[in-house]
């Protein structure tokens, strides 16, 4: 099966492996229009940081309820050879050179520091992100300690669920932790 997929683009072997892997149908992987499909954010394994790398394999798949036969989301799940495949196709289209965009984004390290604070703690270390490098500074880190008042900015405070899918109850963003009211 490897040499067969060999013969294919990258992205063939990506959208043979993830069928022929975790068993998932062609119509999962995109919707005949063309307007939804399965995304980064998808491949919950999947972590971006210094370099692409999977969390834990076999690797999880969400299918979108958009996207599924029965209408209801579900996950699937994805293998070490099919995970080699979706990593070198990310690394051929140079996504890691895309700092800041929000494929890129580490989000549960993200989703961790509001998290922290609103539970209580006090010291929180948080990394240093530098505007030269677009990136965060490796070893870097400032400490914050129990603010009254926070000023958090960036795009990704006003980042809103996705309307089209029903999110799962763990789904957490930046905003669910902020306070508008002052």
Same mark, same amino acid.
């Given at each position: 099966?490897?040499?067969?997929?060999r013969?294919a683009? &990258?992205?063939? !072997?990506?959208?043979?492996?993830?069928?022929?892997? &975790? #068993?998932?149908?062609?119509? /999962?992987?995109g919707?005949?229009e #063309?307007?939804?499909?399965?995304?980064?954010?998808d491949?919950k +394994?999947?972590?971006? /940081? @210094? +370099?692409?790398q999977f @969390?834990?394999?076999?690797a999880?798949?969400?299918?979108? /309820? %958009?996207l599924s036969?029965?209408?209801?989301? $579900?996950?699937?799940?994805?293998?070490?050879?099919g995970?080699?495949?979706? %990593?070198?196709?990310?690394? *051929? !289209?140079?996504?890691?050179n895309?700092?800041?965009?929000?494929?890129?984004?580490?989000l549960?390290?993200?989703?961790?520091?509001? $998290?922290?604070?609103k539970s209580?703690? *006090?010291?929180?270390?948080?990394?240093? $992100? /530098?505007?030269?490098?677009?990136?965060?500074?490796?070893g %870097?880190? %400032?400490?914050? +300690?129990?603010? @009254?008042? =926070?000023? =958090? +900015?960036?795009l990704?405070?006003?980042?809103?669920?996705?309307?089209?899918?029903?999110?799962p109850?763990s789904?957490?963003?930046?905003?669910?932790?902020?306070?508008? &009211?002052?």
């Amino acid at each position: 099966m490897a040499r067969i997929l060999r013969k294919a683009t &990258s992205r063939g !072997r990506v959208a043979i492996a993830i069928m022929a892997f &975790s #068993g998932l149908r062609p119509e /999962s992987l995109g919707d005949y229009e #063309g307007t939804d499909c399965l995304r980064i954010g998808d491949l919950k +394994e999947v972590k971006l /940081s @210094d +370099e692409i790398q999977f @969390d834990k394999i076999p690797a999880k798949v969400m299918v979108k /309820s %958009k996207l599924s036969k029965s209408r209801q989301q $579900y996950f699937g799940f994805i293998g070490e050879e099919g995970a080699t495949y979706i %990593k070198e196709y990310l690394e *051929e !289209r140079g996504l890691m050179n895309r700092k800041g965009f929000p494929e890129s984004y580490d989000l549960k390290a993200l989703i961790k520091f509001p $998290y922290e604070l609103k539970s209580g703690k *006090e010291n929180i270390d948080i990394p240093q $992100y /530098s505007h030269i490098i677009y990136d965060i500074v490796p070893g %870097k880190f %400032k400490t914050v +300690e129990n603010p @009254d008042v =926070l000023i =958090l +900015e960036g795009l990704n405070v006003l980042q809103t669920r996705r309307t089209d899918t029903i999110p799962p109850a763990s789904e957490l963003l930046v905003s669910d932790f902020l306070d508008f &009211s002052i």
